[in-house]
Structures are given as C-alpha cells and as structure tokens.
C-alpha cells in the first residue's frame, strides 16, 4: 500500500472518529428538560382528552420534541397518547383520591372515545440503583395507604437482583382506588427495558444487558371502561357507516359528549348483534 493510500485512509478514520465524536457531544449536550422546573400535569380518570389539554395548557397540533402538542388528527379514536422526554410533575386523580409523582420523563395516556381510561409514567430523571428505589417505594407504599388506597396485591419488594424475571423486571404492589381503579407499580432493569418505553438517559446502558440500574413505572387503569360498542362503533357508523372505519381523536376533541342516543341513533336489539363485538347502536330504518 502507498503512502497516498494510507495517507487518505489515516484521514478517512480520523475523520469518522471526530464526526462520532461530535456527535456524541452533541447528543449529551442537548438541552435537558430535567434541568429546569417540572411542569405540573394534572390527569383524572375519566376526564375527556378536552379538559385534559385545556386544563394543563397543552396545545392539539404537530407532536413536538420534548413538547405537549397532541396531534389529535393522526391519533385515532382508541390510540394512546404519548409524552416523551419532556420533565413532568404528574398527579392522578380518580374520584376523591389521588396522589403526586416524583417527577419524571415519559407519559403514556390511554383514552378511547375521547376519554382517558388510563396511564402509565416513569418517575425520575435517569435510573436509579436499586436500594433508592426500594427506599422510595417503602415510602410510596405509606402514602398510598393513608390516601385511602386499598391494598390489592403487595409482595416483598425487591431487595436484590435475584428477584427480578427474565426481562429483569419485579412487580411490587397493586392498589385500588375507591371506584375500583387499579394503581401498580413495577421496577425493571434499564437495559432489559423496551426501547421504546423510555427516554431516560443512562450512559452505561449496552443494548439488552442488565445495567443493575432500574426503572419505576407507575400505571393506573380504570377497571371496566366502556366498551368500543357503546360510543366508538355507534359514531363510526353515524359519521362513516361502518364500524372498522376509524375516527381521528379530534372528533373526540370537538364534541366531546357526543351520543348515539342524541344523534338520532336506536339500539340494536341483543338478539341482532351477530356477537359480542358489535355495535349497540345502529342508524334507524328510512
């Protein structure tokens, strides 16, 4: 090999290790959202997905990196809405109880019809070692009871690694609500982690290898939403005339009480429904 020749491939190198290199720092210099104050984000079960973006100054538009735009006119009648890598102080409510989460990154809001039937949040800014996350969830375990939360399901939390499932992840505690909600929690390791559930930030991760640095998610579900027979088919039908055509959310987001009833639709009869996923509502006979 010539000097010319290895001469261009010494700059070639060096060239592709400084591009990585910069882009690296770029990467790690990023504005952080967990560098400034938390914003509070405020969800009840049960409140329409209007209330919710009037409510916490949330806008309906183009999604936004480390933004609140919710892009009702991609998302559909029964998708989740998704709020990643923004910093978040969030407090669930259902009926008369509720409580405050550490702040966190990541907020997956589940709603159908309009409505939110649930969420899922990961607290804390990156991953955390396992004895702070015990530490926290002996506290949390408290405050959920003296906030009137029933306990459903509380095994030993875990306080070593032997603990954890094959996807590295544990289940600590379950609670119900008053109306029959269901709070739980889990931990899972940071590298066994789906991708696609965090945007938590920890530089010693390697791709599907236990870190030994762990997750807190925090979910809460209502325990029998409505059903897509009672508001998602019937409004299918009305605005499409067919129930497996889907609504973009911002139907939902318009009108957000909208009814079969109102609209002018009648019930259908049980003995009519072909089965159990079948709307219970249909367009009356001209």
Known sequence: MNKVVRYRLCVTAAVSVLGAAILLVLAWSRADPADEAPKPIHIAIGMTVRDFVAQNGLSIGEREPHGFAINADRIVDWMPILVDDPWIELTA??????????????????????????????????????????????????QLQAGGWKRRFSGDTA??????????????????????????????????????????????????????????????????????????????IFVNGDKEIELPLRVWVDDPDWSPAAAGMVPVPLERRRHYDWSKWEMPER
């Not at 589940?110 to 002996?138: C, H, M, N, W």
């Open 93 to 142: 409510s259902d009926g008369e109880q509720s409580f405050t989460f550490p702040p966190g990154r990541t907020l997956h809001v589940s709603q159908t019809a309009g409505r939110i039937q649930g969420l899922a949040f990961r607290s804390f800014a990156i991953p955390k070692p396992l004895e702070e996350l015990v530490a926290y969830v002996d506290t949390l375990r408290g």
């Open 159 to 236: 306080r070593t690694t032997a603990d954890f499932d094959g996807n590295g992840m544990v289940l600590f505690g379950q609670y119900l609500s008053q109306s029959g909600s269901v709070l739980q929690m889990t931990i899972q390791d940071y590298g066994l982690a789906p991708r696609s559930e965090s945007w938590i930030i920890d530089p010693s991760a390697q791709p599907r290898e236990e870190t030994r640095t762990y997750l807190l998610q925090i979910t809460l579900d209502q325990t029998d939403p409505p059903g897509y027979d009672e508001l998602i088919y019937p409004r299918r």
